[in-house]
């Protein structure tokens, strides 16, 4: 069965770069969600979109934005990166339509130098 | 205080012994749970919902207590391969959708 898919795997930055991170949910999901999860950290919540409109905000910095587009893939954008942004950021992906549990992807590693 | 809160562990647990282990939730308008499970450097990957009733799937059993605000998981003849960092995850619907809160996780070492 088709899964989420997020690109890239790994990316590399310096301090002060710009990066996007994408993120392609599974097919007939209507809501996309991005969490950020640091060395040894449990997952934390950013932001979700559900068909194509901001649904709900976490604790994403003022630096980061996100969207998603018409055909349900989201991205996020980051910029002034900063060392702290180091992470591990995972996409997930869910219908609506029940309390069906969301699916993640494989996540982007992040990696600031 | 955290709305989800797992005993970090880790649980060392010998091969083929019984574990298990909660995850206490404070807001009492979660209306679904999940039992994820995260290897390291791995994404989260749903193990089981927790239904009120209880359930078992193979030898994992989840149990729901509504009254005191946690769930359970245990886990029979535990296997190496069980090693891993067991995610509580609470669900709450609102306006915005769904919003998943994860508690710290559980970390399990299976030793021979």
């Known amino acids: 069965a088709a899964g989420v898919i997020q690109s890239p795997r790994h990316l590399i930055k310096e301090k002060r770069e710009t990066a996007t991170l994408k993120c392609y949910p599974i097919?007939?999901?209507?809501?996309v969600y991005w969490y950020q999860q640091g060395p040894g950290q449990d997952p934390q919540f950013l932001i979700s979109f559900y068909e194509k409109m901001q649904s709900d905000k976490g604790s994403i910095p003022d630096r980061f934005s996100a969207q998603q587009f018409s055909d349900y893939h989201s991205e996020l954008n980051m910029s002034s990166l900063e060392l702290g942004d180091s992470a591990l950021y995972f996409c997930a992906s869910s219908s609506q339509a029940s309390n069906q549990p969301q699916h993640f992807g494989d996540g982007t590693r992040l990696s600031i130098l | 205080r955290k709305e989800v809160e797992q005993d970090p562990g880790p649980f060392n647990v010998p091969e083929g012994a019984t574990v298990a282990f909660n995850c206490t939730y404070s807001?009492?308008?979660?209306?679904?749970f999940f039992w994820y499970r995260q290897d390291c450097r791995k994404e989260p990957k749903l193990l089981m919902s927790?239904?009120?009733s209880g359930n078992e799937d193979g030898r994992f059993t989840a149990q729901l207590n509504r009254a005191s605000q946690y769930i359970s998981l245990l886990i029979r003849d535990s296997k190496l391969s069980d090693s891993a960092t067991y995610l509580c995850v609470v669900n709450r619907r609102g306006a915005a959708g769904n919003k998943l809160t994860f508690g710290g996780g559980t970390r399990v070492l299976v030793k021979p």
């Open positions: 927790v239904y009120s």
């Open positions: 097919p007939r999901h209507d809501t």
């Open positions: 807001n009492s308008a979660s209306q679904s």
